[in-house]
T-cell receptor, first 111, second 114 residues
Framework: KNEVEQSPQNLTAQEGEFITINCSYS?????LHWLQQHPGGGIVSLFM???GKKKHGRLIATINIQEKHSSLHITASHPRDSAVYIC?????????????FGTGTRLQVTL | GAGVSQSPSNKVTEKGKDVELRCDPI?????LYWYRQSLGQGLEFLIY????????KSGLPSDRFSAERTGGSVSTLTIQRTQQEDSAVYLC????????????FGPGTRLTVL
């Protein structure tokens, strides 16, 4: 079992829909990261959080440390949101900078 | 610089040859990270630097892989005697320092070993 699990693996939504991507992890963490990777493009860090909730534009990230679970929400989705969304965790012990990644959620938003 | 840069963007090499991949981090960032993304697989951590030292080399897949960083800036990832399974996108990232800091990623180097 991977230390970081994401669901769903693939997601298709229509423009305007509310989207939720889930991330569960099995180790103690100091931080959780949400990353975005466009096709053929580089990786952009969306959020880094260790508790509670963060919001940036139409994106919201939440984390529940007790349940070892985080969600990424996209409100009013748009075709330009189509990308792979990756969850990654920084371990609580050992090397905090040694990120462990989920396998990603491929999102396609259609008109 | 404005962001993390990597060179070359693409590298095609023959099995058995050595390759060098370069990463130029954001100016002032003391932490630098190397990751690998293989086709159909997720990202995996290779190595990180704090300044010029690499406290954790456990992610390097084999002793054919090495990395160095000089002057606290540019880093080079070297793969000796390349194998076909080394084909992947190699990504570099930097952050202000290690620990609880956002990482900024470069565009990656796509390595193809024939």
């Amino acid at each position: 079992k991977n230390e970081v699990e994401q669901s769903p693996q693939n997601l298709t939504a229509q423009e305007g829909e509310f989207i939720t991507i889930n991330c569960s992890y099995s180790v103690g963490i100091s931080a959780l990261h949400w990353l975005q990777q466009h096709p053929g493009g580089g990786i952009v860090s969306l959020f880094m959080l260790s508790s509670g909730k963060k919001k940036h534009g139409r994106l919201i990230a939440t984390i529940n440390i007790q349940e070892k679970h985080s969600s990424l929400h996209i409100t009013a989705s748009h075709p330009r949101d189509s990308a792979v969304y990756i969850c990654a965790v920084s371990p609580l012990t050992g090397t905090a900078s040694k990120l462990t990644f989920g396998t990603g959620t491929r999102l396609q938003v259609t008109l | 610089g404005a962001g993390v840069s990597q060179s070359p963007s693409n590298k095609v090499t023959e099995k058995g040859k050595d390759v060098e991949l370069r990463c130029d981090p954001i100016s002032g960032h003391t932490a630098l990270y190397w990751y690998r993304q293989s086709l159909g697989q997720g990202l995996e951590f290779l190595i990180y630097f704090q300044g010029n030292s690499a406290p954790d080399k456990s992610g390097l897949p084999s002793d054919r892989f090495s990395a160095e960083r000089t002057g606290g800036s540019v880093s080079t990832l070297t793969i000796q005697r390349t194998q076909q399974e080394d084909s992947a996108v190699y990504l570099c990232a930097s952050s202000l320092t290690v620990g609880y800091n956002e990482q900024f990623f470069g565009p990656g180097t796509r390595l193809t070993v024939l």
